[in-house]
């Protein structure tokens, strides 16, 4: 069955993660059409027409689990339309695939949600975090991906918050402030997780709908370990993870 899901759409807000994150969130810019294929905790690319996808990043917060799952994929950010071709099943080895149609010209910027739930109820993520737990730490995300390469980072801290346009936000330590832009918002530092001490290379991705966010200046000793990010919103509402 084809489920078609249109990013102008009034639709109900999908289940999420117990930390109130998407399981999967991909970003990538692209134009014309292209499926991607979820699988465990990586998603590949088939280029179905177009040029291929530049600067694609995702991240998982948990696996997509190897039993049958009611998925759902909220378009945060498109201006095409976005089907679910394939739900997870054992008859195709349990493989999600989604199709993005982009039929403007130039290339845009795509964000995805995507999240899933069993067919039983159970929530899978719990699941998985539970196993996985340790006292002395929080649970690792499990995959953050960008250009192909994987990083070996995991979240850290959330900045949400109201931004009225665009905001250049500055983070240092366990503080942020916007110095340009109207917008407001607080850092959250996740449990178990502790801020880096020194230099770091954090990925930083926006969550929430019609947000986009970019890496004006990383870390490092000759800016007081600081990290620069510029936040552009057509919604009010924000929500950027920080992961290192």
């Known amino acids: 069955m084809l489920l078609t899901v249109n990013h102008l759409a009034a639709r109900q807000a999908p289940e999420q993660a117990p930390s109130g994150r998407p399981q999967l969130v991909w970003q990538g810019k692209l134009q014309g059409t292209h499926d991607l294929i979820v699988q465990k905790n990586s998603v590949r690319v088939e280029d179905v027409s177009g040029p291929p996808l530049r600067d694609v990043q995702y991240r998982f917060v948990t696996p997509l689990p190897a039993t049958e799952v009611n998925v759902d994929v909220d378009p945060r950010v498109s201006r095409g339309w976005v089907h679910v071709m394939q739900q997870p099943a054992m008859d195709n080895g349990y493989v999600l695939r ?5 039929r403007q010209s130039g290339e845009y910027f795509y ?7 069993s067919l039983s109820g159970q929530n899978d ?3 998985t975090k539970s196993r ?9 995300d499990a995959a953050w991906v960008r250009d192909g390469e994987r990083a070996n980072v995991t979240c850290g801290a959330i900045w949400s918050g109201a931004v009225n346009s665009r905001a250049r936000i500055v983070i240092s330590g366990r503080e942020a402030r916007v110095i340009q832009g109207q917008g407001s918002g607080d850092l959250d530092v996740l449990a178990g997780t502790g801020w880096p001490k020194g230099a770091y290379h954090p990925v930083v991705m926006a969550t929430s709908p019609e947000t986009r966010v970019e890496v004006v200046e990383q870390p490092s000793a000759e800016n007081d370990y600081t990290l620069i990010i510029d936040v552009l ?3 009010p509402a924000v929500r950027i993870e920080i992961a290192w």
Request: avoid cysteine.
């Open 98 to 102: 989604v199709r993005i149609e982009d």
């Open 111 to 117: 964000s995805l949600a995507i999240t899933w739930r």
């Open 125 to 127: 993520d719990f699941l």
């Open 132 to 140: 996985r737990s340790t006292k002395s730490a929080a649970p690792r």
């Open 233 to 235: 919103a057509e919604r």
